[in-house]
């Protein structure tokens, strides 16, 4: 069969005649015939039925009942409810956050601390949580040196939390809110994951708010300062370079390693990542592929393509890369091929063994490097308000990836036809 249109090498070498690409047709078959006359009757036949149904309809359907005649059917009842059920209003839908207030900063070290900018009055805060215990007694709102008072707080429907405050704050107001929490680090691959190499991250679409409480919706961008304690045989990654390490409470054992500020971006693009990996350089000194460390040596292929793949985006964006250095890890224990969180890409098809790898399997690796780097473009840089546009990055990441591959030499010229087993003679 065909794919698309293209056809399955096969079926092009089997295709003698040198035509356009047709199905072959293989064995002659049966065929079944059927008259002309034998057609007008069918048609018919088909109009009849139409005009019987109507008929039934219209005779056995309730009429509209006049005032003091008999009360609906009990079929017109069920159609009823059910069209009422569909019609929902904006008000019944309770998916995105108020826009009344939102975040611009946020730092994480165990506790959260989120900098927020009211758009509107406003004397509530709400925010995303979902399988998190937050601490109530440490969570405190500070507006410039003094301390708001909490009416409330608690969960709500829909991974909310809730927070009312004693006074409004006036749109243009600036204020800090910091909490203590708990989550839960398991093997479910959303949110903040534990791996047999690993912990780390997957937080689109909306699993950020399983790591830690945030705005986690796309429309929040704000700037975020990451840190992460690990032990000190272990290494952290995120999505900016590492800026400083410390030991944890003069405890040697353990450190802290800190990063600095991200530009504004959504929650969901935000990555990090605890793990025993080691790294393999580029040639190009902002990209590192990252393995376990007996496979480091199959991240060669990818780290041949990747910078050939961003400084061709960055011609043709005319727009250089926005952020000072990009990972690409191999994740082994992931739900998707790839993510491509701003300058930490995961993906599970990154390694390529020059031994065993089919040529479909560097196909897939170069694609995917090439949708992923296409993304800290579109997607990363310009992210969507929501989710309804999430077609917009992926269409043009999809589109793009061509467009990457195509460019690294001769080898990929042509590269859909490759990608679909077509032979280019």
């Known amino acids: 069969m065909f794919s698309s249109g293209i056809p399955a090498s096969a079926e092009v070498e089997n295709n003698s005649n040198q035509k356009k690409y047709t199905v072959n047709r293989g064995r002659p078959s049966k065929s079944v015939v059927i008259s002309r ?14 005009l019987l149904v109507g008929l039934v309809v219209f005779f056995l359907a309730p009429r509209e009942c006049a005032a003091g005649d008999e009360a609906p059917s009990a079929l017109t009842k069920a159609v009823d409810s059910v069209v ?3 019609r929902i209003s904006e008000d019944d839908v309770d998916e995105r956050l108020p826009r009344s207030i939102r975040p611009t900063h946020y730092s994480t070290s165990g506790l959260v601390s989120m900098v927020l900018k009211a758009e509107e009055d406003t004397s509530e805060i709400i925010f995303h949580a979902r399988n998190i215990s937050i601490d109530k007694h440490s969570v405190s709102v500070r507006k410039s ?6 009416n409330a707080q608690d969960y709500a429907e829909g991974d909310k939390y809730k927070i009312r405050l004693d006074e409004t704050l006036s749109k243009g107001d600036e204020c800090e809110l910091s909490l203590g929490y708990t989550g839960i680090l398991d093997r479910h691959l959303k949110g903040f994951y534990k791996g047999n190499y690993f912990a780390s991250t997957q937080f689109s679409p909306t699993d950020a708010r399983k790591a830690f409480p945030c705005f986690d919706e796309p429309y929040f961008k704000a700037k975020f300062i990451i840190s992460l304690a690990r032990p000190f045989n272990m ?4 999505n900016m370079p590492l800026g400083k390490y410390e030991a944890y409470e003069n405890d040697k054992t353990w450190y802290w390693d800190v990063y600095p500020e991200t530009p ?8 990090f990542m605890v793990s025993e990996l080691q790294s393999e350089q580029s040639t190009d000194t902002r990209i590192k592929l990252w393995a376990r460390s007996d496979l480091t040596q199959f991240t060669a292929y990818a780290g041949d393509l990747a910078p050939k793949i961003l400084k061709y985006f960055e011609e043709y964006f005319g727009t250089s890369f926005p952020l000072p250095k990009m990972d690409i890890v191999a994740v082994p224990e992931f739900g998707f091929s790839a993510m491509e969180n701003w300058g930490l890409i995961t993906e599970n098809v990154l390694l390529v063994d020059p031994a065993t790898s089919t040529n479909s399997d560097k196909r897939e690796t170069a694609m995917v490097l090439g949708h992923e780097i296409a993304h800290q473009w579109f997607g990363n840089l310009v992210s969507p308000k ?15 990836e061509y467009f990457g591959v195509n460019s690294i030499g001769r080898l990929w010229k042509n590269f859909y036809f490759l990608r679909h087993n077509v032979r280019w003679v």
Do not use: H, R
């Open 386 to 400: 929501w989710w309804n546009d999430l077609w917009l990055k992926e269409g043009f990441a999809t589109y793009l």
């Open 235 to 238: 290494t952290t990654l995120s």
């Open 264 to 271: 504004d971006m959504p929650t969901y693009l935000l990555a």
């Open 37 to 50: 006359p034998l057609c007008v009757l069918m048609a018919i036949g088909a109009l009849l039925l139409a």
């Open 145 to 150: 040196s003094s301390q708001i008072k909490i």
């Open 84 to 86: 009422g059920a569909m």
